[in-house]
């Protein structure tokens, strides 16, 4: 009886998964990873090693997201306001991509899972820096799902940017003002090539976006939990993708 329950509980998270409908599952999910100070804070630990346990709930996510059949799945892991934490703190966060990576990117590649990062790569350490750029050119031509690392993004920043550039391009003719369009736009923006987010999941309980895909999460279905994000899993995606598989998307429409 005991090895019956332990290999039905050690089975249930995927049995889970398998009781929701595949032909709606959403194709891009975004995550904005909050809470690993307060959970570390909450059990007398110091923030870091919220942070890294923060790191084995992406690995917890990344493979639930797999087996759910996701396409696309992007963590915002450092804004480009973190910036403002105290040094030790920073420096720490810039050491965990290298980390995670050492750890990971074999079984990764195993996965045939496609790393990229959405970011701006000024301030970024060169450690870290290299360490995401060996992940994505050695995973580049893998066609399973994308792991998308959203580091020293920040929404408004990535709009500016754009903006230049498509003023530029104005200004030496390349493009007249009527060239520009939604399409054109998203082009030009550091998540192009991909789709917007489908489903937008915040922990930590806060109730905003914090400069997070503002552009491209205009239709996105938004679902936020008071769990911190070291304490999320398997069985928290799979509440947000049947939470995501109630909801009807209108897109401003009646139906």
Known sequence: MIKLFQSWWKNRGKRTVAALPADNIPEHVAIIMDGNGRWAR???LPRIVGHRNGMKAVKRATIAADELGIRILTLYAFSTENWKRPKDEVDFLMSLPQEFLALELE?????????????????LPRHTLEAMEEAVSRTENNTGLILNFALNYGSRREMTESMKVIAREVQTGQLSPEDITEEMINSHLLSQGLSDPDLLIRTGGELRLSNFMLWQAAYSELWFTDLYWPEFGREQLVEAVAEYQRRTRRYGGLS
Not at 107 to 123: A, C, F, S
């Open 42 to 44: 909450n059990k007398g």
């Open 107 to 123: 079984e990764l590649i195993e996965k045939n899972v496609q790393v990229r990062m959405m970011g701006h790569t000024d301030n």
